[in-house]
């Protein structure tokens, strides 16, 4: 199944956290969207791998994307090995994505960080037509970093969610596990920690809605010059 922007991400929630408004404002244009989890989140303190990804599943249907799958890389584990490279250039190669939504390559998270060069690496593989992996050489067009968990890096550019937020929202709390606990559950430093990161997520596309003179954005960056071609009708005002 072939998809027209497609996000990779480290663990189920990572995508609906960073640029899940994204993918349903471009669902809502008749794009194709899709997901690669690479790992369960297993290693995490709230559910198990099964949880997890019966989650994910709800929350796929809250985004509206047509295609979401999780290569079961081992959570908090990582690594830029050839053959996770090459996994996600297989995937590559199936789902042909014009652009790659990826996690910011820097961060706290290790996983986070990791995922990012493994799915630039593998994109790098997925165009080599001498690589031996099933179906025809593709590399995506473009590729996207989600920064949304670093308020401190300036992105290249933002997306307007605030028509998509409340979806955005309900495709995040589709994680019960991770935000919806049993009381008992939400009594740990680790429950407490996570209920900060959906105020911390909320609070980013606050304050870069507010640069933008929106409600609600989410940002990325690039590593490319963006390129403008109509400089007089250029959104977001300078004066």
């Known amino acids: 199944m072939k998809v027209d922007l497609?996000?990779?991400?480290?663990h189920p929630d990572d995508v609906e956290l960073t640029c899940g408004g994204t993918l349903i404002k471009m669902k809502k244009r008749g794009y194709r969207t899709g997901i690669i989890d690479l790992t369960s989140g297993e290693a995490g303190s709230r559910g198990s791998a099964d949880v997890r990804r019966r989650e994910a599943a709800a929350a796929a249907r809250a985004l509206g994307v047509v295609h979401r799958e999780n290569l079961e890389f081992p959570d908090a584990h990582l690594e830029m090995r050839m053959d996770y490279k090459l996994a996600i250039a297989e995937r590559i190669r199936a789902l042909r994505p014009r652009t790659l939504i990826l996690p910011y390559w820097e961060g706290r998270h290790p996983d986070h960080y990791t995922a990012s060069r493994l799915g630039y690496e593998a994109c790098f593989l997925a165009g080599l037509k001498a690589v031996d992996l099933p179906g025809e050489a593709?590399?995506?067009?473009?590729?996207?970093?989600?920064?949304?968990?670093?308020?401190?890096?300036?992105?290249?550019?933002?997306?307007?969610?605030?028509?998509?937020?409340?979806?955005?929202?309900?495709?995040?709390?589709?994680?019960?596990?991770?935000?919806?606990p049993k009381v008992r559950a939400r009594k740990t430093e680790a429950a407490a920690r996570l209920d900060r990161l959906v105020q911390?997520?909320?609070?980013?596309?606050?304050f870069y809605g507010e640069m933008a003179g929106v409600q609600y954005a989410e940002p990325f960056l690039v590593k490319e010059v963006m390129?403008?071609?109509?400089?007089?009708?250029?959104?977001?005002r300078s004066i």
Do not use: C, W
């Open 6 to 10: 497609l996000a990779i991400a480290a």
């Open 138 to 180: 593709h590399r995506p067009f473009k590729v996207l970093y989600a920064t949304a968990y670093d308020r401190g890096t300036r992105p290249s550019f933002v997306v307007d969610v605030s028509a998509e937020f409340a979806q955005r929202n309900r495709a995040i709390m589709a994680y019960v596990s991770q935000f919806r």
């Open 200 to 206: 911390y997520v909320e609070l980013t596309s606050r």
């Open 227 to 236: 390129q403008a071609d109509d400089v007089v009708d250029m959104p977001i």
